[in-house]
């Protein structure tokens, strides 16, 4: 599909200078032609289409999946609507109930009938449906607050069939139903929306290249000195990160 008609596509879903209702500028849509981070669910992504805000001094960005929500809308997570607001996590403290993680999102989706329910862009955004290499069955997103599923196997506990550790019900996770439970990031990887075969540029003159991870060894990052363990790697020609953050802090060191 051309560049054209996938603007053109998009343009007759998403007005150009349409607004959302968490943010009080209007936006406009641009060409994406690197790595950005989504101020929603703060994730890296390298999306074709992005939404900017139309005033020069805000830096809010956001992609196109995140700029499609509408509350109140049905979670797998929570049985209850859930409805999204703004929350300044530099004032106030949350824990996201989708990951029990210290959120970095300011925009949250919350219960209005439950005390204390967050769940934070980035577990909102996970994909309801994945499908395993291994496995002839989907992989549905989950929660098991009430231990249905392990009641079921007549399991104690479950384990992850990628990192075989243990797997935690009260956290989202992806199963099968039938035999296979998987980790969110097992699955997923550490960039859910970075894709292998796109090359991005980043400041200092680093043409990036993303390549998936998939070799019978685990190349070295050039920067922290680890084996790349996660679902992609970054090359540029000889060099190669295990991470965004790594091509980062390089660029920052080898400049300074």
């Known amino acids: 599909m051309t560049n054209h008609r996938r603007s053109c596509q998009l343009t007759s879903i998403y007005d150009l200078e349409s607004t959302w209702n968490l943010h009080r500028h209007r936006f406009q ?3 994406n032609e690197g790595v950005f981070t989504c101020s929603a669910c703060k994730q890296y992504s390298c999306g074709f ?4 805000c139309s005033q020069k001094d805000c830096e809010f960005k956001i992609d196109a999946k995140s700029a499609s929500f509408t509350d109140p809308f049905k979670h797998r997570a929570h049985k209850g609507p859930l409805y999204l607001r ?4 530099t004032k106030s403290y ?17 219960c209005t009938t439950c005390e204390d329910y967050y769940l934070d862009f980035k577990c909102l955004n996970l994909p309801p449906v994945v499908r395993f290499k291994y496995d002839i069955h989907p992989l549905y997103l989950y929660i098991d607050t009430e231990k249905q599923l392990l009641e079921k196997r007549a399991y104690s506990s479950s384990w992850c069939d990628v990192c075989e550790e243990e797997i935690h019900e009260y956290l989202l996770f992806y199963v099968c139903f039938e035999c296979t439970t998987l980790h969110v990031n097992c699955i997923l990887g550490k960039y859910p929306y970075i894709k292998p075969g796109d090359n991005i540029k980043v400041k200092g003159g680093l043409k990036i290249q993303i390549a998936s991870n998939s070799g019978a060894s685990r190349p070295m990052c050039r920067l922290c000195l680890s084996h790349c363990r996660d679902k992609l790697v970054f090359k540029d020609e000889d060099l190669c990160f295990c991470s965004y953050r790594c091509i980062r802090y390089y660029h920052i060191f080898t400049c300074a």
């Open 29 to 31: 849509m641009n060409i």
């Open 49 to 52: 289409i992005m939404y900017q």
């Open 86 to 89: 703004v929350e300044d996590n």
């Open 94 to 110: 949350y824990l996201c109930c989708g990951c029990h993680e210290d959120s970095t999102s300011t925009v949250v989706a919350t």
